[in-house]
């Protein structure tokens, strides 16, 4: 069974902090891995995808990948408020033709 | 660009019948994924289609769920009969080839 886990939360970050979510994959052969943030009541949003080893910068958001860990996660730097969501990580099944597994997400709540 | 599109945002039905939601991809992506999300089970990938054509359906329920993709444009996912555990939020995601999947704002179903 092919498996993304995540720590369910809440997370609790003051504004302005650094709020770093993690995430573990079983398919040691998924090669593209992906964030969503989902506020509550809406639909998942990607945020960023990363699919080599290391960082990937995008803005306040960064996201590091460790494919011999099985290891993603990302960073959001300067939280805000706005930030409060929960996050999902993803990673695309190997052979899977686009196929993702979804973690259950975590929740950041990012308070002032 | 106009996102994904999604209809009815909202469904309220009677157990026992039958339920269609509708989707559009965002233009030019060839692949369409149906997900359902609930609080026990998460976001589920139900069945998705390339260039029209179903490639992966493991994940649908039961018999009672069917999808279809007459065209590029447009999908449907049909219940029938529906029944009270069904209820959950239905998305409809479309994506290019080893691409990124974007979202459409959900179904909510209620089956009472």
């Known amino acids: 069974q092919k498996e993304v886990e995540q720590n369910s939360g809440p997370l609790s970050v003051p504004e302005g902090a650094i709020a770093s979510l993690n995430c573990t994959y079983s398919?040691?052969?998924?090669?593209?891995f992906f964030w969503y943030r989902q506020y509550s009541g809406k639909s998942p949003e990607l945020i960023m995808f990363i699919y080599s080893n290391g960082d990937k910068e995008d803005g306040r958001f960064t996201a590091q990948l460790n494919k011999a860990s099985q290891y993603v996660s990302l960073l959001i730097r300067d939280s805000q408020p706005s930030d409060s969501a929960t996050y999902l990580c993803?990673?695309?099944?190997?052979?899977?033709?686009?196929?993702?597994?979804f973690g259950a997400g975590t929740r950041l709540a990012v308070h002032p | 660009d106009a996102g994904v599109i999604q209809s009815p945002r909202h469904e309220v039905t009677e157990m026992g019948q039958e339920v269609t939601l509708r989707c559009k991809p965002i233009s030019g992506h060839d692949y369409l994924f149906w997900y359902r999300q609930t609080m026990m089970r998460g976001l589920e990938l139900l069945i998705y289609f390339n260039n029209n054509v179903p490639i992966d359906d493991s994940g649908m329920p039961e018999d009672r769920f069917s999808a279809k993709m007459p065209n590029a444009s447009f999908s449907t996912l049909k219940i029938q009969p529906s029944e009270p555990r069904d209820s959950a939020v239905y998305f409809c995601?479309?994506?290019?080839?080893?691409?990124?999947?974007?979202f459409g704002p959900g179904t909510r179903l209620t089956v009472t």
């Open positions: 993803a990673a695309e099944v190997s052979g899977g033709y686009n196929k993702l597994i």
């Open positions: 995601a479309s994506s290019l080839p080893r691409g990124e999947q974007y």
């Open positions: 398919d040691r052969g998924s090669q593209s």
